[in-house]
């Protein structure tokens, strides 16, 4: 069975960063493109980043542009989402999502994570 | 204001059917860009619903299905049962902003 277990969320101070972590198993990692899309208490979806199956494309959010740096370690199966310079705004659960295929751009997001609460406040 | 425009809420009876709209742009839907339906349930992660426009991922009931016609697409549940209830969200890639997009979820209730 697929599992995506992320961790690392908590409270964080603004301008501060914060380094979110997904753990994947059940099916071979490196085959896949992954995201992360956040959701704030109460809102709707909002994708965050996306990295193909070897970390050679990226994509971003205008939101968290410049700020935020997705990136995967495929020996260790896991998932990254560096956050620096956190605001407010930022206070959501974020998700890791499994995409169907390698490419983070063509394919939809076929598994998710419980997620993790990253709440950003002074 | 989400890129996909969806309505803020659809209802119905049990054994009802509803649709959920989604409303996107020549960027996005009417570009060519599939649309995928996802159902978060309350206190749960989103689940993959529909993908492809059409298609439904093993262990979703025939009772929901999948329309796209140009910079439109829609979701529709038949049979509703009670365990229907929650958000619906469509999505789409875009090709101006270089990323996914998803719409501002619909929140079914059962009556």
């Known amino acids: 069975d697929v599992q995506l277990v992320e961790s690392g969320g908590g409270l964080v101070q603004p301008g501060r960063s914060l380094r979110l972590s997904c753990a994947a198993s059940?099916?071979?990692?490196?085959?896949?493109?992954f995201h992360w899309v956040r959701q704030a208490p109460g809102k709707g979806l909002e994708w965050v980043s996306g990295?193909?199956?070897?970390?050679?494309?990226?994509g971003y959010a205008e939101s968290v542009k410049g700020r935020f740096t997705i990136s995967r370690d495929n020996a260790k199966n896991s998932l990254y989402l560096q956050m620096n310079s956190l605001r407010t705004e930022d206070t959501a659960f974020y998700y890791c999502?499994?995409?169907?295929?390698?490419?983070?751009?063509?394919?939809?997001?076929?598994?998710w994570g419980q997620g993790t609460l990253v709440t950003v406040s002074s | 204001q989400s890129v996909l425009t969806q309505p803020p809420s659809v209802s119905g009876a049990p054994g009802q059917r509803v649709t959920i709209s989604c409303t996107g742009s020549?960027?996005?839907?009417?570009?060519?860009?599939?649309a995928h339906w996802y159902q978060q349930l309350p206190g749960t992660a989103p689940k993959l619903l529909i993908y492809?426009?059409?298609n439904r991922p093993s262990g979703v009931p025939d009772r929901i299905s999948g329309s796209k016609s140009g910079t439109s697409a829609s979701l529709a549940i038949t049979g509703l049962q009670p365990e229907d209830e929650g958000d619906y969200y469509c999505?789409?890639?875009?090709?101006?902003?270089?990323?996914?997009?998803f719409g501002g979820g619909t929140k079914l209730t059962v009556l």
């Open positions: 999505q789409s890639f875009d090709s101006s902003l270089s990323g996914w997009v």
């Open positions: 492809d426009n059409t």
């Open positions: 990295i193909n199956w070897n970390g050679a494309s990226t």
């Open positions: 059940g099916f071979t990692f490196d085959e896949y493109a």
């Open positions: 020549n960027s996005n839907l009417g570009a060519g860009y599939d």
């Open positions: 999502a499994k995409a169907r295929e390698g490419e983070w751009l063509l394919w939809p997001f076929n598994s």
